[in-house]
């Protein structure tokens, strides 16, 4: 079974809908991210939780939500969908480890078109 | 915002051949990383190399980093067709508060 899952792995939607996407892992990591990816852009950060306590904005965050409901599971929402919201959704987890190692475990992604 | 940046963009090769990738950065960091991403996928951890270290192998992998320069090279000798993907670097500054900053990455597409 896979360490980092997403659901769901492809959605659409419509304008002003809301939507989640979930994220789960089994890792027992603390850290756990949210990135979306537009062609040519790379990884952009949207939020990052390092406990369940712990929530902070990355670099895109508007138009976005996040709830770390437990360790395991970090939910992405989208509260009302745009169009240039379409991307592919990526979570990730990791620990940090001694000397300041961490490394990301990724999900298989979420595929979201808003039309 | 991004801290590394690959360089090329994109690159096509033939199998056997190598093919190295850079990454450059703006700041300090503690350690580097790279990622593979098949298409559409998420992405895959390869190597990390550490602030200290200039050179690092793994199997087919080679990561050298140069602090002075802030830079940073993979290279993939005797690629093959599965190697197409792309590549991307990560970096990572000392200290719990940090956390990994993803550059663009580079498309690598290796002919059969």
């Known amino acids: 079974d896979a360490d980092v899952t997403q659901t769901p792995r492809n959605r659409i939607t419509k304008t002003g809908k809301r939507i989640m996407l979930e994220c789960s892992q089994t890792?027992?990591?603390?850290?756990m991210y949210w990135y979306r990816q537009d062609p040519g852009l790379g990884l952009r950060l949207i939020y990052y939780?390092?406990?369940?306590?712990?929530?902070n904005k990355g670099e895109i965050s508007d138009g976005y939500s996040v709830s770390r409901q437990a360790q395991a599971k970090f939910s992405l929402s989208l509260e009302s969908a745009i169009p240039n919201q379409t991307a592919l959704y990526f979570c990730?987890?990791?620990?940090?480890?001694?000397?300041?190692?961490?490394?990301?475990?990724f999900g298989p992604g979420t595929r979201l078109l808003v039309l | 915002s991004q801290q590394g940046e690959e360089d090329p963009q994109a690159l096509s090769i033939q199998e056997g051949e190598n093919a190295t990738m850079n990454c450059s950065y703006k700041?300090?960091?503690?350690?580097l990383q790279w990622y593979r991403q098949n298409s559409g996928r998420g992405l895959v951890h390869l190597i990390l190399?550490?602030?200290?270290?200039r050179e690092k192998h793994s199997g087919r992998l080679r990561v050298t980093l140069d602090t002075s320069k802030k830079s940073s090279s993979l290279l993939i000798t005797a690629s093959r067709a599965a190697d197409t993907a792309s590549y991307f670097c990560?970096?990572?500054?000392?200290?719990?508060?940090?956390?990994?900053?993803f550059g663009r990455g580079t498309s690598l597409i290796v002919h059969p």
């Open positions: 890792k027992g990591h603390d850290r």
């Open positions: 700041t300090s960091i503690n350690n």
């Open positions: 939780s390092f406990d369940v306590k712990d929530i």
């Open positions: 190399i550490r602030s200290n270290e």
């Open positions: 990560a970096t990572k500054g000392a200290g719990g508060s940090y956390i990994p900053t």
């Open positions: 990730a987890t990791s620990d940090l480890q001694t000397g300041g190692i961490e490394t990301q475990y």
